[in-house]
């Protein structure tokens, strides 16, 4: 493949116009000093975290819905620290593009009730992973008092969700 895009197009050294070569770079041009491979390595680290989201849902014999929330759970808790570390001053915007966009895709989900029931119906999870780390009416009353007149009792939402569908469809 290389060879014949050399063929074609010159190496990638050689720039051309109209046929004519208007200027050669030297391969010199194409190192990487130290701060370079920094910079890819912290990148890599960033994307790492996506790619291992990505893997909590790449299982083809196993059922992998009820991982969606605590994954994108997990993938903002990563994100959030990473905003909040000095390494990585030189990402912040887009790690908070990144976070952005989690935050989007993530309200999706309380359109749809499937993810929720995908949660308790887990022997793992159940109903105590959404009171545990969404809150119930404690930490709605707490959000109430710090200045949120639009906390939610997560815990009795989902409580909600589960009885609708059990009158919908037992």
């Not at 208007?22 to 130290?34: C, E, V, Y």
């Not at 491979?37 to 960033?46: A, G, K, L």
């Not at 993938?75 to 935050?103: H, N, P, V």
């Amino acid at each position: 493949f290389l060879s014949s895009a050399d063929e074609l197009y010159g190496p990638i050294t050689t720039i051309r116009r109209n046929g004519r070569v208007t200027k050669h770079i030297p391969w010199t041009a194409f190192s990487l000093k130290a701060s370079d491979w920094e910079r890819i390595n912290d990148t890599r680290s960033v994307i790492a975290d996506t790619d291992d989201l990505q893997q909590h849902f790449s299982d083809e014999k196993r059922p992998t819905l009820f991982r969606a929330i605590p994954a994108f759970e997990e993938i903002q808790t990563a994100w959030e620290a990473k905003q909040r570390c000095l390494w990585f001053t030189l990402y912040q915007s887009a790690i908070c593009s990144g976070l952005d966009k989690l935050g989007k895709y993530y309200n999706w989900f309380d359109d749809k009730p499937v993810y929720i029931l995908a949660l308790v119906l887990h022997p793992y999870y159940k109903i105590d992973y959404i009171k545990m780390q969404w809150g119930g009416a404690e930490e709605q009353a707490q959000a109430h008092t710090a200045g949120n007149p639009n906390a939610v009792n997560w815990h009795d939402e989902a409580m909600k969700v589960i009885e609708s569908t059990m009158e919908e469809y037992w």
